[in-house]
């Protein structure tokens, strides 16, 4: 089993930036690919950005250019960096983890899931 542990939501103004982390530990040896997905109330939850062991990432179009994504394969870590922040970026953000490095953009890809971390931008 891995379990993932996300930290660094929060509050912030529209045009401001949010790091968020995601620890894996556990079986951190079958994990391949990681990735961000988000849920609004009331919303689907949907990709954010997704990053491969072999490089490959998978963006949302409504993050491509704002947001950013890396990983540490050596501390398990993995890294969304989120710049020009806007009101509908708010929602609650999910660290995700697949035994697989491909299809990374499909929700049932992932094996392991974080308890999610709350995003919130005001205008």
């Known amino acids: 089993q891995v379990q993932l542990v996300e930290s660094g939501g929060g509050l912030v103004q529209a045009g401001g930036s949010l790091r968020l982390s995601c620890a894996a530990s556990g079986q951190t040896f079958s994990i391949y690919g990681m990735g961000w997905f988000r849920q609004a109330p009331g919303k689907e939850r949907e990709l954010v950005l997704a990053l491969s062991r072999g490089g490959t990432r998978y963006y949302a179009d409504s993050v491509k250019g704002r947001f950013t994504i890396s990983r540490d394969n050596a501390k398990n870590t993995a890294t969304l960096q989120m710049n020009s922040l806007k009101p509908e970026d708010t929602a609650a953000y999910y660290c995700?983890?697949?035994?697989?490095?491909?299809?990374?953009?499909?929700?049932?890809?992932?094996?392991?899931w974080g308890q999610g971390t709350q995003v919130t931008v005001s205008s």
């Open positions: 995700a983890a697949a035994r697989k490095d491909s299809a990374l953009h499909l929700i049932t890809t992932y094996d392991y």
